[in-house]
């Protein structure tokens, strides 16, 4: 089956650092773009950070310089390592992959809080 599942989530201090993980199934993600999305409550769905099979990256303009994208192919396994926490930070995490949105679909997500 081809899926995704995101852990890593939890509550964090602002300034503090946390490090989500994106397990995949079932597809490579060495040959496909890979994202992070997040949904923060009462806001739709925002783009966070891709990564391309040749290991471009690209983030939004609110997490650049303090989140970094990542993938390990013997693991098969996608990274968001976030530093620098701040409490708009605060949101649903969602991984996917851009060709294959249409099959993993939205799942669970991994929810990450900020907040002293």
């Known amino acids: 089956q081809v899926q995704v599942v995101e852990s890593g989530g939890g509550l964090v201090q602002p300034g503090g650092s946390l490090r989500l993980s994106c397990a995949a199934s079932?597809?490579?993600?060495?040959?496909?773009?890979m994202t992070w999305h997040r949904q923060a409550p009462g806001k739709q769905r925002e783009f966070v950070a891709r990564?391309?099979?040749?290991?471009?990256?690209t983030y939004a303009d609110s997490v650049k310089g303090r989140f970094t994208i990542s993938r390990d192919n013997a693991e098969n396994t996608v990274y968001l390592q976030m530093n620098s926490l701040k409490s708009e930070d605060t949101a649903v995490y969602y991984c996917?992959?851009?060709?294959?949105?249409?099959?993993?679909?939205w799942g669970r997500g991994a929810q990450v809080t900020v907040s002293s």
């Open positions: 996917n992959a851009d060709r294959l949105r249409l099959i993993i679909g």
């Open positions: 079932g597809f490579m993600v060495s040959t496909y773009a």
């Open positions: 990564i391309n099979s040749e290991g471009t990256t």
